[in-house]
C-alpha cells in the first residue's frame, strides 16, 4: 500500500483547531512536535500498529522515564528528558494514526488520559527518590523526606488532573452539557483577576512531564557544576519547588471550579453532556497534553 505523504495527511490528522485548543494542546506540541509527529505518521498508517498499541507505549516509555532518574549524575537527568520527548511524540502519534484510519474510541481516550496520569506521577516520585539517593550515590545515609515531598507532588499532579475529569463526571451524571470556557471563569471579581494572573505566570505548568524533566535535568546540571561538598542540593531543591507547586496548584484549582460556573447549568444549554473544555483557573491549570486523545 502506498504511504500517504505528509501533506496529504496533514488535513486529516491535524484538522482546524487542534494545535489551538486551549485545554488539549501543549506548548512544545504547538511548537515543534506536530511537525515531527506529520513526520513519523507516514510509516505508521498502513501497519498493523494499533493506536491503542501506541499510548500503551507511551505509557512505558514515560514511566521508563521516572525510573532512569535512578541514575545518578547527568545521564540520568538527560534520559529522563530523551524518554519524556519520546513520550511526547507518541502522544501525538497515537491521536493522529487514529484519526487517519477512523479509530477513535472512548478507550483510547480513557487509556491516553489514564497514561498521563501514571507517567507525570512515575517522574514526579522519580525525582524525590533522586533527591533521596535511595542507591548512596553520594555516599551518604538515604533521607526519604525528599522522597515523600516528590510523592507528595505526584499525589497533587494526579488530583488536579482527577479535579478537571471530575467537572465532566458530575456534569454527565447531572444531565448537564458539555462546560464552556466561559463558565471557566470565576464569578468573584478577586478570583477572576488571579486566575489571570497565574496564567501569565504559568507556574502549573512545573509539574507537567515535559516542564518537569527539563527542570529535573537544570538541577543535574547545577548540581554538576556546584563546589565538592554541595551533594544534591539543587535537586533537592527542585523537589521542594515541585511539591509546593503541586499542593498549592490542588487547593486553588478545587477553589476556582468551586467558585466558577462549571457545576451549574448555564442558561439555555443543551443536554446532554459530552467532553469539558478546560481553560486556565486560578491555579493556572489546563487540562495539559492528553485531554482525551491527541
Given at each position: 500500500?502506498?504511504?500517504?505523504?505528509?501533506?496529504?495527511?496533514?488535513?486529516?490528522?491535524?484538522?482546524?483547531?487542534?494545535?489551538?485548543?486551549?485545554?488539549?494542546?501543549?506548548?512544545?506540541?504547538?511548537?515543534?512536535?506536530?511537525?515531527?509527529?506529520?513526520?513519523?505518521?507516514?510509516?505508521?498508517?498502513?501497519?498493523?500498529?494499533?493506536?491503542?498499541?501506541?499510548?500503551?507505549?507511551?505509557?512505558?516509555?514515560?514511566?521508563?522515564?521516572?525510573?532512569?532518574?535512578?541514575?545518578?549524575?547527568?545521564?540520568?537527568?538527560?534520559?529522563?528528558?530523551?524518554?519524556?520527548?519520546?513520550?511526547?511524540l507518541l502522544?501525538?502519534?497515537?491521536?493522529?494514526?487514529?484519526?487517519?484510519?477512523?479509530?477513535?474510541?472512548?478507550?483510547?481516550?480513557?487509556?491516553?488520559?489514564?497514561?498521563?496520569?501514571?507517567?507525570?506521577?512515575?517522574?514526579?516520585?522519580?525525582?524525590?527518590?533522586?533527591?533521596?539517593?535511595?542507591?548512596?550515590?553520594g555516599g551518604?545515609?538515604?533521607?526519604?523526606?525528599?522522597?515523600?515531598?516528590?510523592?507528595?507532588?505526584?499525589?497533587?499532579?494526579?488530583?488536579?488532573?482527577?479535579?478537571?475529569?471530575?467537572?465532566?463526571?458530575?456534569?454527565?451524571?447531572?444531565?448537564?452539557?458539555?462546560?464552556?470556557?466561559?463558565?471557566?471563569?470565576?464569578?468573584?471579581?478577586?478570583?477572576?483577576?488571579a486566575r489571570?494572573?497565574?496564567?501569565?505566570?504559568?507556574?502549573?505548568?512545573?509539574?507537567?512531564?515535559?516542564?518537569?524533566?527539563?527542570?529535573?535535568?537544570?538541577?543535574?546540571?547545577?548540581?554538576?557544576?556546584?563546589?565538592?561538598?554541595?551533594?544534591?542540593?539543587?535537586?533537592?531543591?527542585?523537589?521542594?519547588?515541585?511539591?509546593?507547586?503541586?499542593?498549592?496548584?490542588?487547593?486553588?484549582?478545587?477553589?476556582?471550579?468551586?467558585?466558577?460556573?462549571?457545576?451549574?447549568?448555564?442558561?439555555?444549554?443543551?443536554?446532554?453532556?459530552?467532553?469539558?473544555?478546560?481553560?486556565?483557573?486560578?491555579?493556572?491549570?489546563?487540562?495539559?497534553?492528553?485531554?482525551?486523545?491527541?
Amino acid at each position: 500500500m502506498r504511504r500517504p505523504s505528509a501533506a496529504e495527511l496533514r488535513p486529516v490528522v491535524h484538522p482546524a483547531g487542534v494545535k489551538d485548543r486551549r485545554s488539549g494542546e501543549h506548548w512544545a506540541g504547538r511548537l515543534y512536535m506536530r511537525e515531527v509527529s506529520l513526520r513519523i505518521d507516514p510509516y505508521l498508517v498502513n501497519t498493523r500498529v494499533t493506536p491503542n498499541q501506541l499510548t500503551y507505549l507511551m505509557v512505558l516509555t514515560g514511566i521508563l522515564g521516572g525510573a532512569v532518574l535512578l541514575v545518578p549524575g547527568l545521564l540520568g537527568a538527560v534520559l529522563a528528558v530523551v524518554l519524556f520527548q519520546v513520550y511526547l511524540l507518541l502522544d501525538c502519534v497515537d491521536g493522529e494514526v487514529a484519526r487517519w484510519r477512523g479509530q477513535t474510541s472512548v478507550t483510547g481516550v480513557y487509556l491516553d488520559r489514564v497514561g498521563h496520569y501514571l507517567c507525570e506521577a512515575a517522574l514526579l516520585i522519580g525525582f524525590g527518590l533522586r533527591g533521596a539517593d535511595v542507591f548512596r550515590h553520594g555516599g551518604g545515609a538515604v533521607s526519604w523526606l525528599w522522597a515523600f515531598l516528590g510523592t507528595l507532588a505526584a499525589l497533587g499532579a494526579i488530583l488536579v488532573k482527577a479535579e478537571t475529569d471530575l467537572v465532566d463526571v458530575a456534569r454527565q451524571r447531572s444531565g448537564l452539557p458539555a462546560v464552556t470556557d466561559s463558565a471557566s471563569a470565576p464569578r468573584s471579581a478577586g478570583l477572576a483577576l488571579a486566575r489571570r494572573a497565574a496564567a501569565a505566570l504559568r507556574f502549573h505548568r512545573l509539574v507537567g512531564g515535559i516542564e518537569a524533566s527539563l527542570l529535573v535535568l537544570l538541577a543535574a546540571v547545577l548540581d554538576a557544576c556546584a563546589p565538592t561538598g554541595s551533594g544534591l542540593f539543587f535537586t533537592r531543591l527542585g523537589v521542594v519547588v515541585l511539591a509546593a507547586v503541586a499542593v498549592a496548584q490542588t487547593v486553588l484549582h478545587l477553589v476556582s471550579i468551586l467558585a466558577s460556573s462549571r457545576l451549574r447549568a448555564e442558561e439555555g444549554a443543551a443536554r446532554p453532556g459530552g467532553a469539558p473544555e478546560g481553560g486556565p483557573d486560578a491555579s493556572g491549570h489546563t487540562a495539559g497534553p492528553g485531554g482525551g486523545r491527541d
